[in-house]
Each structure stands twice: as C-alpha cells, then as structure tokens.
C-alpha cells in the first residue's frame, strides 16, 4: 500500500511570489505516478501537474514546477508568481497499479 | 457539453435510509471511481470500476455498495449500514482502465444525514 503525507496544512504566500508545498510518499510498486490536484472553494478538483515516476527529469506546466526526488520519495510543488486564483486546497497523490491514495491537503492563502 | 454530471449538488436524507448518488460521463472513458471527502482529509477510495458488470472495493467500501450497467454511469448507494454517511462525495474518471492514469473529478454531492 502507498503513503502520502503532507505536513504542511497551511501555506500563505505573497502575490507575486514563489512558494513551495511539501510531499513526501512511501510505496513499494516499482511503477507509480505522482500528481497534484488543486481544489478550489467550489470543490471542484483540478489536475495541475502530472509526473511518471520513471522521468527523472521534473515535469512542468506554465507557473507550476515539481521537485521530484525519487530516492528520497519526495515530490514537492513550485508555484511560482503566485496569483489570487492560486489560493486553494492543493492534494498530492501517488498512483500505482492497483491504488492511488491523497494527502490530506494543503491550504494555500494568497495575500493581495 | 462533454464532462462528469453528479446530481444533486446536496443532498439530505434521514439516518436509516438509503440513498443513491448519481454520476454520469460522456467522456468515453474506461474507468469510474467515487472517493468520499472528509473535513481535514485527503479523498478516500470507496469503489471503483474499470470495465461495465465489474467493479473492485477501495479502502472503505463498508456500508456502500455500486453498480456499472452501462459504461457512462456509477451510481453509488450509501446504505444504513454506514455508521457516519455524511460527507463530501466525489466521482472521478479515468481515459483508460488502471490507476496509474490522471482522474478527471466531477462537482461532487454533499450528502448530509441527521
């Protein structure tokens, strides 16, 4: 069975700025995927950024960047120029064959 | 219109009565999924279905129960047996069978028991 844990449950940022979400996972399949979702106040879960485990290099989406480090099994994710419309819950989540588990979330606050 | 139709948008029932969410897609995809969203927690796995007429328990299948006739819908049934049945409900679905695919989410059902 896999893990995700997140041990950051609030974040605030500057508009403008850069801020960095934690995440770290345990799994033992040899085959996964990463994800982060973001869910807005309407609930609606949003897929932001997508990594194959396998892809050593970080994979990125306009202002959003992940930090993969396998060996440590950490998959962090960059905002960076943060906006008003980036405050949300964020949801890590790791992806194998047979199971797919979330964190428990971040909130981020974006300050005007 | 493609997308993922979850009605209603809230929903109240009375404690001993079961209740069945609905979730459609027209998206053509392979694989339907309902997770339950709890205040200060992550989504948890109640089923999931990769093909029609089969579905797999997730982590918290007890006290719900699904069907997959047709490819396009996976209607889910809180029955009496959940011993705390109010929650936020989401569906999801994924292109092709496995979960190593992206979920697309729909609006979810909040579903509240008094």
């Known amino acids: 069975a896999q893990t995700v844990t997140q041990s950051q449950p609030e974040m605030s940022v500057q508009e403008a700025e850069t801020v960095t979400l934690s995440c770290t996972y345990d799994t033992s399949e040899s085959d996964y995927y990463l994800f982060w979702y973001k869910q807005p106040p309407s609930r609606q879960m949003i897929l932001v950024i997508r990594?194959?485990?396998?892809?050593?290099q970080n994979a990125t989406e306009n202002r959003f960047s992940v930090n993969f480090q396998k060996a440590a099994k950490s998959f962090s994710l960059k905002i960076s120029d943060s906006q008003l419309g980036d405050a949300a819950m964020y949801f890590c989540a790791s992806s194998g064959a047979n199971d797919m588990r979330f964190g428990a979330g971040t909130r981020l606050t974006v300050k005007p | 219109d493609g997308g993922i139709t979850q009605s209603p948008k809230y929903l109240f029932r009375k404690e001993g009565q079961n209740v069945t969410l609905s979730c459609e897609q027209n998206l053509n995809h392979d694989a339907m999924y309902w997770y339950r969203q709890d205040p200060g927690q992550g989504l948890r796995l109640i089923y999931y279905?990769?093909?029609?007429?089969?579905?797999q328990k997730g982590d918290i299948a007890e006290g719900y129960s699904v069907s997959r006739e047709k490819k396009e819908s996976f209607p889910l049934t809180v029955t009496s047996a959940q011993k705390n049945p109010t929650a936020f409900y989401l569906c999801a679905t994924s292109p092709v069978a496995g979960l190593t695919y992206e979920q697309y989410f729909g609006p979810g059902t909040r579903l509240t028991v008094t």
């Open positions: 990594q194959e485990a396998y892809k050593q």
């Open positions: 279905s990769q093909i029609v007429n089969d579905f």
